[in-house]
């Protein structure tokens, strides 16, 4: 019998290209998105379930992987991509915004992983691929809570494989870089960083997005399906690694963070991204 996904977000950008990475493969997919009129190119596909999923309401993330052990018989990988990012000046971003940044990036995270286990412990077997972003690794401007919600899944991904490892089942951190092709852009909009914030940071900004610009235009064409083979290859080798770098542009970032000393990594990343006042 062909083993089941379930995917968070597949509406666009890295959830949809992985949900058809895993159909492409043979497996049975649970495309799961909060406006499944979103997934209408699914109907073509075979072995895909299109369903709805909000990962800021419980019922729908029940109620998705009910109707995936139903229609499939089980459900073998989740993988937890839904997220959205802000890029602005902390002091400018209001506190619902903060709450709903951790409410879909990482408390969403988990409640579905909160929901699946019950399915995982009682066939003693089971993987997570949660989305985290090189952004879960090291600090960047004008991300400071995007930056916070991706390093919460980081630690808590490391804790609970350890108590996930007791009961068979497996967890993984996957880390993309920029792609600026996915949807992600139109609703962090870094853009807005420019809009409504105190003059003293306006300098500061312009330098930010000068380097992210040059980033972008740096940035991989075919980054979404590398990230999206990435994600199924992580699900898939059989191994219990628990990080996996997706893209090549983050690499001299997570080796200043993992292989030279603190004050080594934080000199570059300083050298690489504005610190201090500009101009
Ligand atoms: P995207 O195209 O904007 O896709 C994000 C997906 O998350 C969409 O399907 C969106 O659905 C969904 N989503 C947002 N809020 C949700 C909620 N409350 N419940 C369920 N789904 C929700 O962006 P992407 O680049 O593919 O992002 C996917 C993941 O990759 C995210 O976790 C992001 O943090 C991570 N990532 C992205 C980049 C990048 O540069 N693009 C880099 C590193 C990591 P709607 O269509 O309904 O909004």
């Not at 062909?2 to 497996?27: M, P, Q």
């Not at 490391?158 to 092709?181: D, F, M, R």
């Not at 852009?185 to 003293?200: C, F, H, I, N, Q």
Request: glycine share 10%; with cysteine.
């Amino acid at each position: 019998m062909a083993n089941t996904v379930l995917i968070t977000g597949c509406s666009s950008g890295f959830g949809k290209a992985t949900a058809h990475e895993f159909a492409r493969n043979g497996w049975n997919v649970v495309a799961t998105m909060r406006d499944p009129a979103a997934g209408t190119e699914f109907s073509e596909v075979p072995n895909v379930l299109v369903t709805r999923l909000d990962v800021q309401d419980q019922s729908s993330i029940d109620g998705a992987i009910a109707a995936g052990i139903d229609h499939f018989g089980g459900i073998d990988v989740v993988v937890n991509n839904a997220g959205f990012a802000i890029n602005s000046i902390f002091e400018t971003i209001p506190k619902a915004k903060v709450q709903e940044i951790f409410e879909v990036n990482t408390f969403g995270v988990m409640d579905v992983i909160r929901a699946i286990l019950p399915h995982f412990r009682a066939k003693h077997a089971g993987t997570i691929v949660n989305v985290s972003s090189g952004v879960g690794v090291f600090g960047l401007p004008l991300a400071s809570l995007y930056n916070a919600s991706k390093f919460a899944v980081e630690g808590f991904s490391e804790s609970l494989s350890y108590e996930l490892s007791s009961i068979g089942v497996t967890i993984k951190l996957v880390e993309p870089g920029a792609a600026p092709s996915t949807g992600f852009p139109a609703r962090s909009g870094s853009e807005t960083a420019r809009l409504d914030v105190p003059e003293e940071y306006r300098d500061f900004i312009d330098a930010a997005l000068g380097v992210y610009k040059g980033f972008r235009t740096g940035a991989d064409e075919n980054v979404i399906d590398k990230v999206a083979k990435g994600i199924f290859a992580a699900a898939t080798d059989g191994s219990d690694r628990l990080r996996y770098v997706l893209t090549e542009d983050i690499k001299p970032m997570i080796k200043a963070r993992r292989e030279t000393s603190e004050d080594e990594y934080v000199a570059y990343m300083r050298g690489v991204f504005p610190y201090g006042r500009q101009k």
